[in-house]
């Protein structure tokens, strides 16, 4: 496996979007997560998807704000983030995962390859 490499972070006013990019030659063949620890929080699981995008998760905080997709041919993972709060500032990260459940998200520590993130800063 390779380290994912994200983009896409940025400076975004209160409520506006980003979009966050994850690629990594062969990701194809992995389930993903997205994942944010902002200061003084617990580390937490944004959102993921397993390898043909037929289940997807997403943390209660973001539920009908975020969307997680994939785009196999590229190698690619997204995150496009809608209405932000400036308590979302922190950096974002992907991991890959050879694991998967119906019901949830993989446990943290079944992340294989974690990438060097992308800040996101919600300010005015």
């Known amino acids: 496996q390779v380290q994912p490499v994200e983009s896409g972070g940025g400076l975004v006013q209160p409520g506006g979007s980003l979009s966050l990019s994850c690629v990594a030659p062969?990701?194809?063949?992995?389930?993903v997560g997205w994942f944010r620890q902002a200061p003084g929080k617990e580390r937490e699981v944004v959102s993921c998807?397993?390898?043909?995008?037929?289940?997807?998760h997403y943390a209660d905080s973001v539920k009908g704000r975020f969307t997680i997709s994939r785009d196999n041919s590229k190698d690619t993972v997204y995150l496009h983030m809608q209405a932000l709060t400036s308590e979302e500032t922190t950096v974002y990260s992907c991991?890959?995962?050879?694991?998967?459940?119906?019901?949830?998200?993989?446990?943290?520590?079944?992340?294989?390859?974690w990438g060097q993130g992308t800040q996101v800063t919600v300010s005015s």
């Open positions: 991991e890959s995962t050879s694991y998967f459940y119906t019901n949830s998200c993989p446990y943290d520590n079944e992340y294989d390859i």
């Open positions: 062969g990701l194809r063949d992995y389930a």
């Open positions: 998807i397993d390898m043909n995008s037929a289940v997807w």
